[in-house]
């Protein structure tokens, strides 16, 4: 079985687990309780707090808990709209964002708010000068993600936060879920970033975790309410175990992370190269340094995405049309759409998705079933170029 979808989630590793276990059965306590067994998991709940911290350079009381990537979104957008109303409604966001930003934005169009999404261009990448000119004084966010889950495309950040450096008011929210352990910590830890989400099931920790860092000083307005949990930010009886967990899984992510990174490549590389040779091949993922080392997104025009993915798990291969959330749903992608992809081949992209667990046998594996995959189709091929 090769798993190559990793950008829709992952499995969790086995020293992971052995952590969730382990919490689960020795610090089982609520961490707002009084007594010992609730102090006992409250401090195993700090460590983790502490160590992701240390992780991504920042306070611990940078570090908010959440359920997912998507709650982190909705949160800091949501947030950011209902503390900040009233000195501005308007948001910047790019036409590429996951829905977890895009559905949240139009959520906040139906509330009043006004909503302008960058454009990119046919490569995936917003212009930073876009940006530039649609702020406005009453502008009170700026979200833009990391790496695009569908294409690779590593946005300009560090282009983005000189930009918003002259407008110190504005929020600064990063999706970094598809980033994490791709080699940007460094455009991570950018002073000028207030917001960044991260969710823990894409790096091996288990489902239903998912942290987000808020820089000193910032304020947003808290979706949950209750019993005043994460300093009173994100009400809700801590996860422990599972965010114990996520600790684990985020140090072993950044551990020895340049190695990693370069280990994906290579099997990318592996697998672009043999692909792109094939003459009905569209590529949408490049091989320059602006794309993520672990996404590959093509398309064979003339046949359906999903007859594809079918097609490679008759292989026992796993990989997936653009995006988990568009798949089932037989959407088009609103990356490709985006870049001006023609709707005929972008119904035809599939993502083939790595991380380090992957190997370059995988990828020979993958390369020889791609030969059988194109050979079956090759009658179906819209524009035949030979
Ligand atoms: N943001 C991006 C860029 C993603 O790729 C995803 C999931 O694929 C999300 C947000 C949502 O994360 P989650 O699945 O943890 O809710």
Redesign the pocket.
């Known amino acids: 079985m090769i798993y190559f979808d990793n950008?829709?989630?992952t499995k969790a590793l086995p020293a992971v687990l052995d952590t969730y276990r382990t919490v689960s059965e020795d610090f089982y306590g609520n961490p707002s309780s009084l007594h010992a067994v609730g102090g006992k998991a409250d401090a195993m709940l700090q460590g983790a707090r502490k160590q992701i911290a240390s992780l991504m350079q920042a306070k611990p009381d940078e570090i908010y808990f959440t359920s997912?990537?998507?709650?982190g979104?909705n949160w800091v957008i949501k947030g950011t709209a209902f503390e900040k109303r009233q000195f501005g409604r308007h948001l910047i966001t790019t036409a590429i964002?996951?829905p977890?930003?895009i559905n949240t934005m139009h959520q906040l169009e139906q509330l009043g708010f006004e909503v302008t999404y960058l454009p990119v261009d046919h490569r995936g990448f917003i212009d930073p000068n876009d940006l530039k000119n649609a702020l406005r004084d009453d502008t009170i966010l700026v979200s833009v993600?990391a790496?695009?889950?569908e294409v690779g495309a590593k946005q300009p950040l560090d282009e983005i936060a000189a930009i918003l450096a002259d407008h110190p008011n504005v929020h600064f929210h990063v999706?970094a879920?598809?980033g994490i352990g791709k080699g940007l910590m460094a455009t991570l830890r950018n002073p000028r970033i207030d917001f960044i989400?991260f969710?823990?099931?894409?790096f091996h920790a288990p489902r239903g975790t998912?942290f987000v860092y808020m820089k000193e000083g910032r304020h947003i307005a808290p979706l949950l309410a209750g019993g005043g949990q994460e300093d009173n930010q994100r009400s809700g009886t801590e996860n422990t175990p599972a965010i114990a967990a996520m600790a684990k899984a985020l140090r072993l992510l950044l551990t020895d992370e340049d190695q990693k990174v370069a280990h994906e490549q290579a099997i990318r590389r592996r697998i672009y190269e043999h692909v792109a040779k094939f003459p009905n091949v569209v590529m949408f993922s490049q091989l320059t340094p602006d794309f993520a080392p672990h996404i590959l997104c093509f398309a064979l025009p003339g046949v359906r995405g999903e007859t594809i993915v079918h097609a490679f798990e008759q292989h026992d291969i796993y990989i997936s049309t653009t995006?988990?959330?568009s798949s089932k749903k037989g959407t088009e992608s609103s990356t490709l759409a985006a870049m001006h992809v023609p709707s005929q081949i972008a119904t035809s992209a599939i993502r083939v998705s790595l991380d380090d667990q992957n190997t370059l046998a995988e990828a020979d594996a993958f390369n020889a079933a791609f030969d059988q995959v194109y050979a079956g189709f090759a009658k179906l091929f819209a524009t035949p170029q030979q």
């Open positions: 950008s829709a989630t997912c990537g998507t709650e979104d964002e996951h977890a930003v993600m790496v695009n889950n999706d879920v598809q989400t969710s823990g099931h894409k998912g995006s988990a959330c």
